[in-house]
Structure formats: structure tokens, C-alpha cells
């Protein structure tokens, strides 16, 4: 029976999709696409045997396991997860939110009443069903946030103001299951996810997701860190702590 894999459907995951597309762990597994709370959603469900889940869903998934070396983070500015307004943060009193990754939905709380000092109104918000009013104030992410973060004159970026605030880098999503996996097929799901990373011009001329080539290698290269590393850990742990109130443990790290 083949593993049922979920990825995100966003430029910054497509190295990993090239790498699980690309290598002899292919054969293995049966790959779909979703948002981020839905990657989240089927893995809690046992729809999926393993997602790339939003940090925040991590600790409510039932016998979660970070099995994975990489991840979705961001050791300075991410470019994909914004907080954009027409008026600076401090006279921010109403937000409208993207509610695609619970994780940037708390990040961006806990940013604002931690560090930020403001308390605003939040408002779940359909990006989908209405027009962008660059006046107002919005979370966004994904593409979203890349096409559309230029049009406001404020803007700020959650993974560079969570490093001012901790002097940590930021996780936005790893690769969990919700068993344990045979230790061989995880040496081949990492290897192929490093075929990926090591790879990223191949993966953009294939998965572009309407982005010029130039601009999605520089955000690829520059943006997006894909290593769960030690700090990128430490990193985790401090956000769960802050915005999750102790569940981090509940959760179970592989190795």
C-alpha cells in the first residue's frame, strides 16, 4: 500500500515536491496537494499517513512525529507571511485574517500582544471571495503575500519581527506523521526532499506557480530555509511555549 504524502500548494514547497517527484521514493507514495490547514486537517484525520503541517496544528495531531531534517522556516526576512497595512503597526486596531495556516494566525497574535503591544480586533477573512483594500490591515501568506504585499506602504514581516523579538529563527511547517515510520523509508523521504533543495532552479522551471523564474529562485535562496536545524528547534519549542501554552509536549521529535 502506497504512503499517502500531503504537500503544501505554495512556491516555497516546491523543491520538496520536485525532490519527492524526482526520486525512487516516488514509487512508495501517493502525493496530493492542499492549504496548509488542510495538509493539517487530513493528517489528524488519517487521511494522509504524512504532511507538511502548520507548527501550531503539530501538538493536536494524535501520535505526531517530526520525522523529517527539513522544514519550511526562515532565518531572516520569509517574504511569504505579512503583516501589511495602510497605517503603521501601532495605530493598527483591526486585522483581517488569513486563515489558510493557524500558525501565522497565532504568530501574528502573539506578535501583537508580546512585542507589538497593540490589541486589535481579528477578523477571519476570504481572500478568495473579496478585494484587498490596501487602507486596511491583513495577515497574509503564501503567494498571497508575495503578489500582493507591495501594494500596502506598511509592511511587516512576521519571520524578521519573531527574530527581533527572541533572537531565534522561525518554523513555519514540518514534515509530520501520525506513526512511526520504518527507519529506511525515512532515509529515502529525506534524501529525496534533499534532491529537491540541492535543485531549486530544476524545481522552479517545472513548478513556477506563475512566478518569473528570477524572482522565485531569489525567494527561494534568500527566504526560505529548509534545514531543521538545532536553533530551528530551539526556535519551536519558544514559540510553542509562548502561543500554545506547553503543548510542545506533545510532541515527538524523530532521532
Request: hydrophobic share 40%.
Amino acid at each position: 500500500m502506497l504512503i499517502r504524502v500531503s504537500a503544501i500548494s505554495y512556491l516555497n514547497t516546491i523543491p520538496f515536491v520536485y525532490g519527492l517527484q524526482n526520486h525512487p521514493v516516488s514509487r512508495y507514495i501517493d502525493l496530493e496537494f492542499s492549504t496548509p490547514a488542510e495538509s493539517a486537517y487530513k493528517l489528524a484525520s488519517g487521511l494522509t499517513d504524512i504532511s507538511i503541517v502548520p507548527v501550531a496544528a503539530i501538538p493536536e495531531i494524535n501520535n505526531n512525529l517530526i520525522f523529517s531534517d527539513f522544514c519550511i522556516g526562515a532565518e531572516d526576512k520569509v517574504a511569504s507571511v505579512l503583516l501589511c497595512s495602510g497605517i503603521p503597526i501601532n495605530q493598527v486596531n483591526k486585522i483581517f485574517l488569513d486563515t489558510e495556516s493557524r500558525t501565522s494566525v497565532l504568530l501574528t497574535k502573539l506578535l501583537a500582544k508580546s512585542f507589538w503591544k497593540i490589541s486589535p480586533e481579528y477578523i477571519p477573512y476570504n481572500f478568495s471571495q473579496s478585494e484587498i483594500d490596501p487602507e486596511k490591515s491583513y495577515l497574509l501568506i503564501g503567494d498571497k503575500a508575495l503578489r500582493k504585499g507591495g501594494d500596502f506602504k506598511y509592511v511587516y514581516d512576521l519571520a524578521e519581527e519573531w527574530i527581533k523579538f527572541t533572537n531565534l529563527p522561525f518554523v513555519f511547517a514540518c514534515w509530520t506523521a501520525n506513526r512511526d515510520l520504518d527507519p529506511s523509508f525515512v532515509n529515502e523521504f529525506n534524501d529525496a526532499l534533499r534532491l529537491g533543495v540541492m535543485n531549486i532552479d530544476k524545481a522552479v522551471d517545472k513548478y513556477s506557480n506563475g512566478f518569473n523564474k528570477e524572482y522565485a529562485l531569489k525567494y527561494l535562496a534568500e527566504n526560505v530555509s529548509f534545514n531543521l536545524s538545532a536553533d530551528k528547534r530551539k526556535g519551536l519549542a519558544e514559540f510553542w511555549s509562548l502561543a500554545l501554552d506547553e503543548l510542545k509536549s506533545k510532541v515527538r521529535w524523530f532521532g
